[in-house]
T-cell receptor
């Protein structure tokens, strides 16, 4: 029962490098989200998707890109890594976008940009 | 401007006693609220939620209270257990915005045996 799987769990990048954080879910959820958590702060929404082919910006989208070619996968792309992107990134999915639908989170990907 | 605030970064409670975690919000458009629990090196897991049409929701040892006039909610854990030691996040959203949650900073609960 995998749920939401994120890779890699840890990564160190140099300034200006690019990388993709992978996220896949096996619950057939239409809705998927990327959040970031900075130390001592709550989670902030980066991007979200309401289904394959449809994505939209969240609260802190600058410096990131996403795509959603399948229901299962929602990768997050960092094009030119900056120290401000040092954070823990969480992918989540939910079966609905309305009402009291809970989010199911992955274990997180810890990214350090030096 | 932080729309959801948890003003206590940490809380320490004795096993068997009540834990009360607090959360304040500023946006009166929020109409549902959730609590998530997070252990180190894991993702947050859903704990309990409440709609703005209610003032209380109970699930086993966990009860969430909502005071809309004060824009305040609280999570009560009774009795507290050592396994409850974790970071608790309060989150809020509007009904049509579902998973686009606004999170508080979190409160780290430590339950001592």
């Amino acid at each position: 029962n995998a749920g939401v799987t994120q890779t890699p769990k840890f990564r160190i990048l140099k300034i200006g490098q690019s990388m993709t954080l992978q996220c896949t879910q096996d619950m057939n959820h239409n809705y998927m989200y990327w959040y970031r958590q900075d130390p001592g702060m709550g989670l902030k929404l980066i991007y979200y998707s309401v289904g394959a082919g449809i994505t939209d910006k969240g609260e802190v989208p600058n410096g990131y890109n996403v795509s959603r070619s399948t229901t299962e996968d929602f990768p997050l792309r960092l094009e030119l890594a900056a120290p401000s992107q040092t954070s823990v990134y969480f992918c989540a999915s939910s079966p609905t976008s309305r009402g009291l639908g809970e989010l199911f989170f992955g274990e997180g990907s810890r990214l350090t940009v030096l | 401007d932080q729309q959801v605030k948890q003003n206590s970064p940490s809380l320490s409670v004795q096993e068997g006693r009540i834990s009360i975690l607090n959360c304040d919000y500023t946006n009166s458009m929020f109409d549902y609220f959730l609590w998530y629990k997070k252990y180190p090196a894991e993702g947050p897991t859903f704990l309990i939620s409440i709609s703005s049409i209610k003032d209380k929701n109970e699930d086993g040892r966990f009860t969430v209270f909502l005071n809309k006039s004060a824009k305040h909610l609280s999570l009560h854990i009774v009795p507290s257990q050592p396994g409850d030691s974790a970071v608790y996040f309060c989150a809020a959203s509007t009904y049509n915005q579902g998973g686009k949650l606004i999170f508080g900073q979190g409160t780290e609960l430590s339950v001592k045996p």
